[in-house]
């Protein structure tokens, strides 16, 4: 059988819809491309976008401003020195973007003004912190993306 000019673009294109058809199962099929939502709830969360704001604002404005710095036994969060440590409650949200499975939050309980994730807790990579906290009546926000 001869292979005309013809014959062999159909071939060509019937080669290439193959190749695309067979990416696209192998990426639908593969856990390792399985990406989730960034949260569960987004439309829950954007309503409450503005009090995020707020609270921004107001852990900006402060004189003495919360320190994220990584130790030796872990990750310190350092609040600001003219806070009574005692009066301070909230959360520490940290959020794994390559695995959602190792998200977690810790809440703040404080009896000095540090508080310190342990480094068994933190895989080496890239984690987004959000501190959130309320002191005297003030809501306070500090939002923070390192690599462990």
């Given at each position: 059988?001869?292979?005309?000019?013809?014959?062999?673009?159909?071939?060509?294109?019937?080669?290439?819809?193959?190749?695309?058809?067979?990416?696209?199962?192998?990426?639908?099929?593969?856990?390792?491309?399985?990406?989730?939502?960034?949260?569960?709830?987004?439309?829950?969360?954007?309503?409450?976008?503005?009090?995020?704001?707020?609270?921004?604002?107001?852990?900006?404005?402060?004189?003495?401003?919360?320190?994220?710095?990584?130790?030796?036994?872990?990750?310190?969060?350092?609040?600001?020195?003219?806070?009574?440590?005692?009066?301070?409650?909230?959360?520490?949200?940290?959020?794994?973007p390559s695995n959602k499975h190792l998200d977690f939050d810790?809440?703040?309980s404080l009896s000095n003004a540090h508080l310190l994730i342990?480094?068994?807790?933190?895989?080496?990579?890239?984690?987004?912190?959000?501190?959130?906290?309320?002191?005297?009546?003030?809501?306070?926000?500090?939002?923070?993306?390192?690599?462990?």
């Amino acid at each position: 059988m001869k292979l005309n000019w013809g014959t062999g673009i159909v071939l060509a294109f019937i080669g290439f819809i193959g190749f695309i058809l067979f990416f696209v199962y192998r990426m639908n099929t593969d856990d390792r491309a399985n990406h989730d939502l960034v949260t569960d709830e987004y439309y829950k969360k954007e309503l409450a976008f503005q009090k995020e704001i707020d609270a921004e604002k107001e852990a900006n404005a402060l004189p003495y401003k919360l320190q994220i710095e990584k130790a030796e036994e872990g990750l310190q969060i350092l609040f600001p020195e003219d806070m009574d440590p005692t009066k301070i409650s909230g959360t520490v949200s940290l959020y794994r973007p390559s695995n959602k499975h190792l998200d977690f939050d810790l809440p703040i309980s404080l009896s000095n003004a540090h508080l310190l994730i342990p480094d068994n807790r933190l895989l080496d990579g890239r984690w987004d912190i959000s501190i959130r906290w309320s002191y005297m009546g003030k809501e306070y926000l500090v939002k923070k993306s390192m690599t462990y």
